[in-house]
């Protein structure tokens, strides 16, 4: 990212055309209004849905990503979390999830204390999720 911005700065070195360039690296860094699907905002597709057909709720870390996971899927992720006392890692990045995805997994972490690290990235859960 630096080095886009020197790019920017550098091409464009005048202030009168920093402001924009500045909102324009702010929503390249930043996805603030969760507007933009994941496939929108990077650019690149995700694989069709997969759901959780394939994964077995086993070890210390439930890798997740690039699941297309819908609601119904993470009711099942919560119910595996509310049972499991092991699994310390879960990652369910790049799955574009909203807000109401997200609630029954954020209901579940209030039963199990034994995760300590979530990775959410890419997701559009926005500030309603994040509560």
């Given amino acids: 990212i630096s080095i886009l911005i020197f790019s920017f700065f550098f091409f464009f070195p005048n202030s009168a055309s920093r402001t924009p360039v500045k909102r324009v690296l702010k929503l390249l860094c930043n996805n603030t ?31 997740l ?17 509310k049972q499991s006392k092991r699994v310390f890692t879960i990652i369910l990045d790049e799955n574009e999830m909203s807000s109401e995805e997200i609630r029954p997994f954020a209901e579940a972490l209030k039963v199990n204390s034994s995760v300590h690290d979530i990775n959410l990235h890419a997701n559009r859960i926005g500030d309603d999720g994040a509560r």
């Fill in 33 to 63: 209004n969760n507007t933009m699907s994941y496939r929108e905002y990077y650019g690149i597709d995700l694989p069709e849905y997969r759901g959780l057909e394939d994964f077995s709720f086993k070890g210390f870390t439930w890798t």
């Fill in 65 to 81: 990503s690039r699941r297309c996971l819908n609601l119904e899927d993470m009711r099942v992720v919560a119910s595996k979390m």
